[in-house]
């Protein structure tokens, strides 16, 4: 495919759920066309300020023009605000002899869109979400190609366009562990065992709110661990501020001596791991024979591409969009979903330990799962922004 001086822009950013795939189809363009040069257009504020020039990135950026959603003061200043960021992304565009972009949502993505489309540069969407979010929905209008993890998320593509649905682009540390598992999925249970501190041979469940916890899923889970410890080790992350609630429910269901951290150190001193965050993720689901989180959309993809059986508690705000996010994995076979409302310590006691003592519905899962999962959207996304990067640059 190797076609010189291909210069392509992504756009994106705010949050780690619109940054880590954006990443993912960068070092996959990287992968395939060496020589292409890639930049990324975001904001000053969002995550990508720090992880795209930590992934050795050019980062242009613009400031937030957010879609006025009520009419308020903020409504009278949007048309100007627009103008002036879309001039901006204008010079930008221009600058980096942009021959594709590539958007992936959030806040700096419809700038970029409706530039592009005006200086006849061709545009590539992902959405990752059940429901498409505004930028996107926008963008959809002037897509040339158009890939998403669900199906029916909304948008409403130009004639013409391609829409497929790909999957969510995987962070690398999660694409390396599906192609792990693919190999010897035993091996790397031990291997990331040892350095949890957790026993490979026993069950273990995974419990995780994301950075911020979930406290209804804290609550349940905790106040449960005397039922759950006789049928599996778990590893909790809390969320920031919350293990401290977390460690005085598991002391006064199982006893404070089944607590202990998690590392290599901890091992064979309990088996209620806790601890608020987990940089190294990965390893957790390395060993997990059951997750019990919420449904945000990379979560849910994640899990399915690994194949980790889950029970998913969306997030009760909103339209409901963590519910469907969860919907086609479940309705597929690769877990179950729960009503926050419902999740409580009863609801544990009376459905958790039976799922664990039966391995072959936990397999099941495991199965259903996987073959739900996409774990090549990187790449698939990276191949159709060169495609149209190339036929862009041999016409300049």
Known sequence: MSQGNMHIVLAGGGTAGHVNPLLAVAGAIHELEPSAQVTVVGTAVGLEKDLVPAAGLELDTIDKVPFPRRPNLYMLKFPMKWRRETAKVRSILQRRKADVVAGFGGYASAPVYATAHRMGIPIVIHEQNARAGMANKLGARWADFIGTVYEHTGLKPRQGAVVQRVGLPLRPAIAALAKQFEQDRA??????????????????????????????????????????????????????????????????????????????????????????????????????????????????????????????????????????????????????????????????????????????????????????????????????????????????
């Not at 979930?214 to 039922?227: F, M, T, Y």
């Not at 199982?254 to 150190?265: R, Y």
């Not at 608020?276 to 990965?282: A, F, T, V």
Request: charged residues 20%.
């Open 187 to 396: 091996a790397v249970r031990r291997q990331a065992a040892e350095a949890l501190g957790v026993d490979p041979n026993r069950p273990l469940v995974l419990v995780t709110g994301g950075s911020l916890g979930a406290q209804s899923l804290n609550r349940a889970i905790a106040s449960a661990a005397g039922d759950l410890l006789a049928h599996a080790q778990i590893i909790h992350l809390t969320g920031r501020g919350k293990i401290d609630e977390v460690r005085t429910l598991v002391s006064k269901s199982a006893g404070e001596q089944v607590l202990t951290g998690i590392g290599a150190e901890t091992a064979g001193q309990g088996d209620y791991h806790t601890a608020e965050y987990l940089e190294r993720i990965d390893l957790a689901f390395a060993c997990a024979d059951l997750v019990i989180c919420r449904a945000g959309a990379g979560s849910v993809s994640e899990l399915a591409a690994l194949g980790l059986p889950a029970i998913y508690v969306p997030l009760p705000i909103g339209n409901g969009e963590q519910r469907f996010n969860a919907e086609p994995v479940v309705n597929a076979g690769g877990g179950l979903m729960v009503a926050d409302k419902d999740m409580t310590s009863d609801w544990v006691r009376a459905h958790v330990p039976d799922l664990l003592a039966d391995a072959d519905r936990l397999a099941e899962y495991g199965r259903k799962a996987w073959q739900y999962g996409i774990r090549d959207a990187a790449q698939i996304m990276a191949r159709q922004v060169l495609n149209l990067a190339k036929r862009s640059a041999s016409n300049r």
